[in-house]
Each structure stands twice: as structure tokens, then as C-alpha cells.
């Protein structure tokens, strides 16, 4: 693709959501980190990038760019098509749960099922009002604890955010802070649970690493564009698993829940615990593997 070109011949929005467009579907690219088409690609990467709101696509379409706006999207949409850089690294914004979040190849770029379970307040499962302390372990940018302190009813909940990459960490303060939650979402840098002795919890959520050898192998170049740490997880995908079912309950009050997301492992899962009944979510919008348990479920 010719950078010049773009620059010097497209002068509105419109110009630059099509051509953008045209060049992704005529690329072998892979959607998979909100998109999955090359239209809302595009889309998302030039309104992201001119830092509009979608509210007022159609009002804008037709607005005309500066020299230096037009040039920084047509780069943009030469990195997308030659180096395979998903759109939220490319922007630095990523959605979740209706919120907007920092994101760089320091995280995983946000896209858990959970969001759909955070909106609904994690009914019918555990009354939110009875929610007094959460933890949100493998938190990454921190998408996962701030949205639960948006939606949970009582806005005194403690939250605590824990990863063991102080790189992820350095991410997640930015969003804690853009969110104004420092009072709220406190953010611990530890591998799952031992820096938290002592700690528990009516909430557990977790989005581990899990996925497993062979589709760590085969996973589109997109993907290989986020931390490795965030994905793999052995050769079943269930290396952190293992260790947070071993451990949860230490970390559960009696009335306790726990969430984790497993996506694909899901099967190798339920062979490893044959004796836990697990219950496995449905999501209007899509998405799998993502079981509860409570804390009676371990200890019975």
C-alpha cells in the first residue's frame, strides 16, 4: 500500500473507513479483538484514532481530515495490513463492558465473555449487594476490576487487582486512575495467591492464561503481537487452573464465588475434576468455557 498516496488523495472520514476497509478484506487478516469484519475494523480504527466517539459516525462521515490526521491513519492502516497489529494496540483503546481502556503489547487487548456477567452484576448467582470484597486474579490491564467496581451496586467494594507482570500492573494504573477507582481497586503485583495470606474474598473472577501447546502453535499473528505470558498455560491450558481450584478455598468466604474463564480447556477441565460441579455459563453474545463454583462445592 502507498502511504503517500493515501494521504494526498482521501480527504474525509469516509475516504479513509473505505479505503481501510477495501485494503483489510483484500489482506489475509485475522479479527478477533473486537471486530470481525473488515468494515467495523476500519471503523474502529480511524474513529479510535481521531478520538471520536461512534455516537456521531454518520455525522461526521463526511468531515474533512488535516494533512497530518490523514497521515498518521494511513500509517496506522499500513501497520494493521503489513505487521498484522491488532487495532486496539494500534490505538491504545480497547472497550470492555461499555468502558473504555488503556491498552499496549504490555496486556492482553480485552474481550472476555465476563463483561456480559459484570453488566448483569453476577446475577442470579450472588446477590451484589451482599459484595463486599472482590479479587480479580490475572488482571492484566485492569479491565475485569474496573468494570466490576462500575456495575456493583455498592461503591465502597474492595477490589483487589493482582498479575504477577509488573508490566501489566504499569497498565493497569493507568486505567485505575483514569477511572478514578484508586480508593477502591487496589492493584498487587504476585503469582495468584501468595502474596494475598491471610485474604478472602465473596468473589473470585479470573481470566488465566489457558490456552494450551498445540493451539499456542497455531494461533494467528495477531495474537502473537500480545504477551505470551497472558496465554500460554502448559499443555493442556490448564497449568493456572491447577493451582487456583487447589487454592481458592483458602480465599473464599462461606458464602463465596468463583468465576474462571477457560475457554477451550474447558473439556480437559472437567476430565481433570470429574468430582467438581462445575456450572458453565451461556452468554447472549457469545463466548464458552467459563465456569462457577462455590465454596461449599469445595469443601463437601
Not at 159 to 172: C, G, Q, T
Not at 179 to 187: C, M, S
Not at 209 to 215: C, R, S
Request: charged share 20%; glycine share 4%; hydrophobic share 40%.
Amino acid at each position: 500500500m502507498n502511504v503517500q498516496e493515501i494521504t494526498n488523495e482521501l480527504y474525509t472520514i469516509r475516504d479513509m473507513v473505505r479505503c481501510a476497509a477495501s485494503l483489510f478484506a483484500a489482506n489475509p487478516l485475522f479479527y478477533g479483538h473486537g471486530t470481525d469484519n473488515p468494515w467495523d475494523e476500519a471503523t474502529s480504527l480511524v474513529m479510535q484514532t481521531l478520538q471520536l466517539d461512534y455516537t456521531y459516525y454518520h455525522e461526521v462521515l463526511d468531515a474533512r481530515l488535516t494533512h497530518t490526521e490523514r497521515l498518521n491513519i494511513a500509517n496506522l492502516i499500513q501497520k494493521r495490513v503489513e505487521q498484522r497489529i491488532p487495532v486496539p494496540y494500534l490505538t491504545h483503546q480497547a472497550q470492555f463492558a461499555g468502558l473504555t481502556f488503556y491498552v499496549d503489547e504490555r496486556v492482553l487487548i480485552p474481550r472476555s465473555p465476563l463483561a456480559e456477567l459484570i453488566e448483569e452484576q453476577f446475577s442470579p448467582w450472588i446477590d451484589p449487594t451482599t459484595i463486599e470484597n472482590v479479587l480479580d486474579l490475572c488482571t492484566g490491564s485492569g479491565c475485569i476490576a474496573l468494570a466490576i467496581h462500575a456495575y456493583l451496586p455498592n461503591p465502597y467494594t474492595q477490589i483487589d487487582a493482582v498479575d504477577i507482570s509488573p508490566e501489566a500492573l504499569a497498565v493497569a494504573k493507568i486505567n485505575v486512575e483514569k477511572q478514578g477507582a484508586t480508593e477502591q481497586v487496589h492493584l498487587i503485583q504476585s503469582n495468584l495467591f501468595e502474596q494475598l495470606q491471610g485474604r478472602r474474598y465473596d468473589l473470585i473472577v479470573s481470566n488465566p492464561p489457558y490456552v494450551d501447546a498445540a493451539e499456542m502453535q497455531a494461533l494467528p499473528q495477531e495474537f502473537r503481537h500480545e504477551p505470551e505470558l497472558a496465554l500460554a498455560a502448559g499443555l493442556d491450558g490448564l497449568a493456572i487452573v491447577h493451582e487456583i481450584l487447589q487454592k481458592a478455598p483458602d480465599h473464599l468466604t462461606e458464602n463465596g464465588l468463583l468465576i474462571v474463564e477457560v475457554g477451550a480447556s474447558a473439556p480437559a477441565l472437567i476430565q481433570a475434576y470429574p468430582h467438581l460441579p462445575f456450572i458453565w455459563l451461556e452468554f447472549e453474545r457469545g463466548g464458552e468455557g467459563v465456569f462457577v463454583l462455590r465454596y461449599e462445592d469445595f469443601v463437601n
